[in-house]
């Protein structure tokens, strides 16, 4: 699922010059990968990256995994949002 506009990727590989069909960003990107994680070091699970600076736009990281978002696919900030009442949660 493309994490800009949320419709399903519908190329069967993803390469460096990948885009969206839909919205036409790019897909071989760190927002589209698995290993994707704001807040880790460089944003990402794998530990040996090289720094990307914009992660919405295509790289050449030899770990890109696309991700596999199921059940609708919450969006990044839907989940942060969660994970902020959750944690208010905690001290009310």
Known sequence: ???KCGKPITAQSIFRSS???FCGA??????NCRFYAPGSHYDCH????????DKEKSNFCDYFAVAVIQGGGATQQDTAAKARDAFAALFS
């Open 19 to 21: 885009t969206c069909d």
């Open 26 to 31: 790019d897909l071989h990107s760190c927002v």
């Open 1 to 3: 699922m493309c994490r």
């Open 46 to 53: 794998e530990t040996n990256v090289e720094l990307v600076q």
